[in-house]
């Protein structure tokens, strides 16, 4: 069989991505193909690197062994604006594989002093925020010469969309996207060697709003958090085929106007008038009242590169239904709900008004729109007089219905799509069953993670919030790495959030930190489970990357985090008398105070705080930090002590005898002893039952009480929880008709009626965390080293299911399981890319290492109806 390298990898960038911020990238690769024997005993890196001017130089590495992920670079470091391509081949010590296709980047501008540009704005005195309408920014310039290389450096205080010569620029959505702007903002590469040429060219810029001085936030929400400025920053940098160099760069020659957009918010939506529309406003001798603008300093030490993908337009969806209602409107349903924007294609008269509301659900047959609180989520256009294809540039929706009112005329299946915009993931992991409603619960995990990651985690993508909230990322961390590779998007996630946490000496409840009630009249008191996303995400994302860098990048934050837990704690080791979130959203919580849940918060935070410390301590073990991996163990220990001291009962009760409580105490391994661990999980399994397989768990406790179940001899209860129909429980928002994952387990209520109260979101990904135990133990597949080099296959087939299966692109390739019960056997076929092993684990077998390849295996299996 060939040896055959692919998928080579830099960092954790797409192939062929601009402006990329590391000196020394470093590259990851997989083997396709490989003879059953193959072990890995070496590779060699070749390495050409090219500078704008053409001028190529190529060097070839040796690197020894089996390393193959987030392998060190071997050349010297990048300079600033250098295209490399690498290539890998490997050898098993006998024979050297063909060399792999060349995996391409570019460095951005790396040095402070690289940045030329200047933020420019409007020059005009702005009316108040709600008046405000976007201006565009424009430059002419002249090109003497043939271009052969030129680049585009872009960001924005706020949103900016570039065009030159009347052609846009790329095809990223919202940049530059959302970050602690204070400490770290982004900016965008763009290729634009085919839109410049020789003669006078020109460049323009639409801005938006955004984050930047845009209302976000709830409760009202606020406007000029960064400040009142919008701006754009400009720097196209041209290389001509003589070698010469021109730097186009924001200035104060640029000039600004008002344009067609007329008002334009992420939560409210944009009105546009196509009338003021001008095509040609960014060629070369456009018309218009163009005016100076204002010149905004530059700290350039604050822009950083991406990390992970931008946004984009990553499919479309057509109604499935389209119904004409009275005084002209049109409801439609595309199916599925999600987050993005429609594109129009009318025609009417001019001045004439189209107006388009959002909603994710319907009550007695109309949009509802109560849940989406202040968020108008109205996007209006006015038509100039004749055709026109027209979207918004600057907001985007949650929704599944739309209704358009004001259509000219009747409305055709072509004139409108529903654009799907999201953070452009690499789906990773895919999971099916025998059971269709769990497919489906699956498949709503997927389109809320979906929907909600649009530039960093959010917790909804539709009302007056959609903040990084860190509990919500942290409990649902598992399950995102699994199903896309969002190492890149979190790892720049968390910085900010160390940014944020050394400014404010606290990790916020969203990151980036906004000043919103009620967190500006609390003390800065460590809020469990929230604040834990310090220590537990980045030990996700290692365990599922093998990125160790980013694991010592984030060590201080996570250590920090700990010891402000520590402190509040004192010696008691119990973390009462601070305020707590709890088991957030718990069913039995009141409707109008979901912080009441059955749980105490204290019992919570004190469970989480054993383990996250036992977490740091392998995480500084990993990076050895011996001292600090011992006086963390030492730490864990005494809280666990004290957690037993504090909460369980001389009966083996738990205070407050809820699911929570259970599932998280057996789960973090906080029993003294065996036999207390049997009578706690045997309780657990009773109240389940008593529930008749209902659900009693909020933020903190689902995700993890079905481990608390399956992995304590109570399968049966944790299958009976997955399986269960009524409210609240998983599939019953499935049967409801949800397409996403709901934020309470009754958002909508029996009666088809939405739960009363702002707080209802149907589009949550954090109860959806549950993805993670059935990838785990429904199909049977984990990482059991990180980056998946060793992988353990351990389906645990329970319920109704008769079959299961799932694949996950790991960093060495594609892992697979699948099995199947029949005639009191269980059949199972697993797939081992080349550079992992894996330990196979089946219902009454011992643990069988297997290397890489196909392998199937059949064990005697009894199932519930055999028995």
Sequence with gaps: MALQVSSVTLEHHRPGRLGIGERAPRISWMVAEAAPEYEQRGARIAVERTRPDGVSTESVHEVDGAPQVLVDWQAEPLGSREAVAVRVQVTDGERWSDWSEAVTAETGLLEPSDWEASFVGPGWVEPDADLRRPPRLRHEFTIDGAVRHARAYVSAHGLIELEINGARVGD???????????????????????????GVNAVGAWLGDGWWRGRIGYAGGQTDVYGADIAGLVQLEITLQDGRRVVVASDGEWRAAIGPIISSGLYDGERFDARLDDATWSMPGAAGDWSPVSVHPLDPSILVAP??????????LRPIHIERRESGRWLLDFGQNHSGRLRLKAEGPAGHVVRIRHAEVLQHGELHTETLRTARATDELVLPGGAVEWEPRFTIHGYRYAELSGWPGELGEDDVVSRVIHTDMVRTGWFDTSSELINRLHENVVWSLRSNF?????????????LGWTGDIQVFAPSATFLYDVTGLLAGWLQDLSAEQAEHDWVPPFVPYLPLPPWTGFAKDPTAVWGDVAVLTPAVLFEQSGDRALLRRQYASAAAWLEH????????????GTVQLGDWLDPNAPADDPMKAMTDPALVATAYFAHSATVLSAVAAELGERDDAGRYARLAEEVRQAFAERYMGADGRLAGDTQTAYALTTTFDLWP?????????????????QARGRISTGFAGTP???DALSETGHLAEAYRLLECTEAPSWLYSVVSGATTVWERWDSLLPDGTVYPGEMTSFNHYALGAVADWLHRVVAGIAADAPAWRRIRFAPRPGGSLTRAAARHTTPFGVAGIRWELGDDTLRVEIEVPPGATAIVDLPGVDGEEVGHGTHAFEVPFETESSR
């Design 673 to 689: 002893s065996e036999d207390a661990e049997r009578a706690g999980t045997r309780r657990l399994a009773e109240l389940v039952g």
């Design 704 to 706: 993890v009480v079905s």
């Design 454 to 466: 649009v530039d960093l985690p959010t917790d909804c993508p539709q009302r007056d919030e959609r």
């Design 565 to 576: 837990v520590e402190r509040a704690a004192g010696p008691s080791r119990i973390c009462e």
């Design 307 to 316: 990390t992970g993908p931008a946004v984009r337009v990553v499919d479309e």
């Design 172 to 198: 990223e959505e919202l940049t530059p996207g959302w970050t602690s702007y204070r400490h770290r903002l982004r900016y965008a590469t763009f290729d634009v060697t085919d839109l410049i040429h020789h």
